[in-house]
């Protein structure tokens, strides 16, 4: 018996499947949830192919609604920029308010999710608070410089994240001074 699960290790290695996404499709046959999903990204150990594992969970069976109510409520600027990334993919009206709240976010990843996701929305709302965001001043001007070109770099010339995405995902937390709501007819604020 031993050598069998040994011949089906070394079988699954030659095809290429990563035992550690072997070990999350162990623990985790179906979707185990968002509240799942996310306490998963929430830990440290959660790295490689079993994050790769998560995330692709959350990409093809999770709703919009309960994605939007997960980041609502989820604190970890890491998680909530992950999620935004998910929600980047496939983006819903009825994530427009959230979006504009992490458009205005302290972490820079979740800025770039968010006026990534806005863009491809593509709504007038989601046109005029892109528009209406580039106008706005940060904390210092090199902040603003970088928030206002990471607005350009997200524009219609790009298809895909790659390097821009990288620019802007890895970069760290900015302070932000600004402030913006999404009134319930879908109207957008942005305050000075």
Same mark, same amino acid.
């Given at each position: 018996?031993?050598?069998?699960?040994?011949?089906?290790?070394?079988?699954?290695?030659?095809?290429?499947?990563?035992?550690?996404?072997?070990?999350?499709?162990?623990?985790?046959?179906?979707?185990?949830?968002?509240?799942?999903?996310?306490?998963?990204?929430?830990?440290?150990?959660?790295?490689?192919?079993?994050?790769?594992?998560?995330?692709?969970?959350?990409?093809?069976?999770?709703?919009?609604?309960?994605?939007?109510? $997960? *980041?609502? =409520?989820?604190?970890?600027?890491? %998680?909530?920029?992950?999620?935004? #990334?998910?929600?980047?993919?496939? &983006?819903? +009206?009825?994530?427009?308010?959230?979006?504009?709240?992490?458009?205005?976010?302290?972490?820079?990843?979740?800025?770039?999710?968010?006026?990534?996701?806005?863009? $491809? *929305?593509? =709504?007038?709302?989601?046109?005029? %608070?892109?528009?209406?965001?580039? #106008?706005?001043?940060?904390?210092? &001007?090199? +902040?603003?410089?970088?928030?206002?070109?990471?607005?350009?770099?997200?524009?219609?010339?790009?298809?895909?994240?790659?390097?821009?995405?990288?620019?802007?995902?890895?970069?760290? =937390?900015?302070?932000?001074?600004?402030?913006?709501?999404?009134?319930?007819?879908?109207?957008?604020?942005?305050?000075?």
């Amino acid at each position: 018996m031993k050598d069998g699960a040994q011949n089906k290790s070394s079988i699954m290695m030659s095809i290429g499947v990563d035992p550690e996404y072997q070990r999350y499709r162990r623990a985790h046959p179906k979707f185990p949830g968002i509240d799942k999903c996310v306490e998963l990204l929430c830990r440290p150990n959660v790295q490689g192919a079993y994050f790769d594992g998560v995330m692709g969970d959350l990409e093809e069976h999770a709703a919009a609604e309960e994605l939007v109510a $997960a *980041l609502s =409520t989820e604190t970890d600027q890491g %998680v909530r920029a992950l999620l935004l #990334s998910v929600i980047a993919e496939s &983006p819903l +009206e009825v994530a427009l308010p959230i979006l504009v709240e992490a458009l205005l976010d302290l972490d820079e990843s979740a800025r770039f999710w968010a006026a990534r996701a806005l863009h $491809a *929305l593509g =709504t007038p709302v989601a046109r005029r %608070v892109l528009w209406e965001a580039r #106008s706005k001043k940060l904390a210092t &001007p090199a +902040e603003t410089q970088q928030f206002q070109q990471m607005l350009a770099d997200v524009g219609p010339r790009m298809t895909g994240t790659g390097d821009v995405a990288n620019r802007y995902v890895d970069s760290g =937390t900015r302070k932000l001074s600004m402030k913006g709501t999404v009134s319930a007819t879908g109207s957008a604020n942005l305050a000075d």
